[in-house]
């Protein structure tokens, strides 16, 4: 199986990053965690995105607030699927990452999620994977099964106390 890149431009952005490494984990996906950052370690992520493939990796996700390049830079490196978690500051709470990760210019594609989406940005890694490996399509198909039966349980709990 590939495993999933995850960087991110600050140890800040770490609570963020964990959530997508306990989902991974959580699917059996193999994972590795850096910290690069677009603007004061540029060789360190280029050579990262540049090797990913020949490493192993099938997908990397790349998590960075305010100017939040760390995705757009990884892309233009490489041309294995980026995804983009834009991180929430303190300044413009995520908006600034938000816009900086999801405007990429025609030809260096980054997928993004929501600001602070971690968990999604690892299950979409793992869709990305699955494309290709049928056992973890079986257990994403079975997490989903898992996720809609924990809403019908409340539902029925709502439904029993509340109806009338």
Known sequence: MKKVGIVMGSDSDLPIVEKAVNMLES???????????A??????ARQFALNAR???FGVIIA????????????AANTTLPVIGIPCKSS?????????????MPPGIPVATVA???????????AQIIAV???ELARKL?????????????KDAAICEKYSR
């Open 27 to 37: 699917l059996g996906v193999p994972c590795e965690t850096h910290v690069y950052s």
């Open 39 to 44: 603007h004061r370690t540029p060789e360190e």
């Open 54 to 56: 020949k490493n192993g």
């Open 63 to 74: 998590a960075a607030g305010m100017a939040a390049h760390l995705a757009g830079a990884i």
């Open 91 to 103: 300044v413009l709470d995520g908006m600034d990452a938000l816009l900086s990760t999801v405007m």
């Open 115 to 125: 600001i602070g989406g971690g968990a999604n940005a690892a299950l979409l890694a």
């Open 132 to 134: 290709s490996d049928e």
């Open 141 to 153: 198909d079975e997490k989903r099964a898992r996720d809609a039966a924990v809403v019908l349980e």
